[in-house]
C-alpha cells in the first residue's frame, strides 16, 4: 500500500507531490551545508527540471493509450534515470510530465544539461503507428529549468510540502511554457524578467502553428496540399484575432 501511495506503477518513478516535496527539502539541506571555496562564475548551483513531452495529445491519437504508456512513457523514464547521475532525483507528477532533481550542477553548465535533456529525449525509439498514421520523427519535450542558488534557495520557506511546491515548482513551469510558446523541442531558463516580454505576432503565430504540427503533418502524408493551405490560412486569421486581444499594446496599424 505504501509503495502505491509514493510511486506510479507504470515508470516505478515517484509520484507523490508530498514524498517529492519532502525529498525537495532534504535535497536543499543537504546544498545548504556550508560548502568547499569554489569561484563566483562557477558556483554550484540546485536545479529542478520539468519535462514536458510535446504534443501528447497527438501521440495518444497515433498511437493507442497501451502503447503510449509501454513503449513510450515507460521506456524513456528509464532512458533518463540511466542518462544521469544516481544522485539526480527524477519523478512523475503528471501524466506526461516528468521532473527532477539535480544537486550540486556547475552554474557554468546549466545550459549544457538543459541541452542533455532534449537530447536524451530525441534518443527514445519511436514504435511504429498502426496503418493510417503517420510516424513522428523523434519524440520531443519542452523543457523548463528553475535554477538556484545558495541565497536564493535559503531564502524559501521550505516548511511545508505545499510551500516547497510553489517555491520550487512553479518558476520551472513558467520556463516550460514559454519554450513551448517559442516553438517546443527545447528548454528554457526561469527568467523572471522574461515574463513580461511581448511576443511579436510572427513568434505567436509559429507556436500556434506548431501546435497543430501533427495535422500538418497527417494532411502532407495524404498529400492533401489545398486543405493544408487552407487550414494554415483559417488558423493564420484567427490567431491575429486573439494575438489583437491578448496583447492590444503591441498591435499596430
Given at each position: 500500500a505504501e509503495r502505491t501511495q509514493k510511486t506510479d506503477d507504470l515508470t516505478g518513478l515517484i509520484d507523490s507531490q508530498i514524498f517529492v516535496a519532502k525529498r525537495m527539502q532534504v535535497e536543499a539541506q543537504q546544498f545548504l551545508a556550508p560548502p568547499e571555496a569554489e569561484a563566483a562564475e562557477?558556483?554550484?548551483?540546485?536545479?529542478?527540471?520539468?519535462?514536458?513531452?510535446?504534443?501528447?495529445?497527438?501521440?495518444?491519437?497515433?498511437?493507442?493509450?497501451?502503447?503510449?504508456?509501454?513503449?513510450i512513457l515507460k521506456p524513456l523514464a528509464a532512458l533518463l534515470r540511466e542518462s544521469f547521475r544516481e544522485t539526480d532525483f527524477l519523478c512523475r507528477l503528471g501524466g506526461d510530465e516528468l521532473n527532477i532533481i539535480f544537486r550540486g550542477v556547475k552554474k557554468s553548465a546549466v545550459t549544457i544539461l538543459g541541452q542533455k535533456i532534449v537530447d536524451v529525449i530525441?534518443?527514445?525509439?519511436?514504435?511504429?503507428?498502426?496503418?493510417?498514421?503517420?510516424?513522428?520523427?523523434?519524440?520531443?519535450?519542452?523543457?523548463?529549468?528553475?535554477v538556484m542558488d545558495r541565497s536564493m534557495l535559503s531564502k524559501f520557506n521550505l516548511?511545508?510540502?505545499?510551500?516547497?511546491?510553489?517555491?520550487?515548482?512553479?518558476?520551472?513551469?513558467?520556463?516550460?511554457?514559454?519554450?513551448?510558446?517559442?516553438?517546443?523541442?527545447?528548454?528554457?531558463?526561469?527568467?523572471?524578467?522574461?515574463?513580461?516580454?511581448?511576443?511579436?505576432?510572427?513568434?505567436?503565430?509559429?507556436?500556434?502553428?506548431?501546435?497543430?504540427?501533427?495535422?500538418?503533418?497527417?494532411?502532407?502524408?495524404?498529400?492533401?496540399?489545398?486543405?493544408?493551405?487552407?487550414?494554415?490560412e483559417h488558423l493564420a486569421a484567427a490567431a491575429r484575432v486573439v494575438y489583437q486581444f491578448k496583447y492590444p499594446v503591441a498591435v499596430t496599424a
Open positions: 562557477d558556483e554550484e548551483v540546485m536545479v529542478w527540471a520539468e519535462i514536458d513531452l510535446d504534443d501528447f495529445k497527438a501521440l495518444n491519437t497515433i498511437y493507442d493509450h497501451s502503447t503510449v504508456d509501454f513503449q530525441h534518443r527514445l525509439p519511436l514504435p511504429e503507428p498502426s496503418s493510417g498514421q503517420f510516424k513522428p520523427d523523434i519524440l520531443t519535450a519542452s523543457v523548463g529549468l528553475h516548511t511545508s510540502p505545499e510551500l516547497v511546491m510553489n517555491s520550487i515548482r512553479k518558476p520551472a513551469d513558467s520556463a516550460t511554457e514559454r519554450a513551448k510558446f517559442l516553438g517546443k523541442d527545447r528548454c528554457e531558463v526561469y527568467n523572471p524578467d522574461a515574463e513580461g516580454i511581448v511576443p511579436t505576432f510572427e513568434v505567436y503565430l509559429k507556436s500556434v502553428l506548431r501546435k497543430h504540427e501533427e495535422e500538418f503533418r497527417q494532411m502532407r502524408h495524404r498529400q492533401d496540399y489545398a486543405t493544408l493551405d487552407q487550414f494554415q
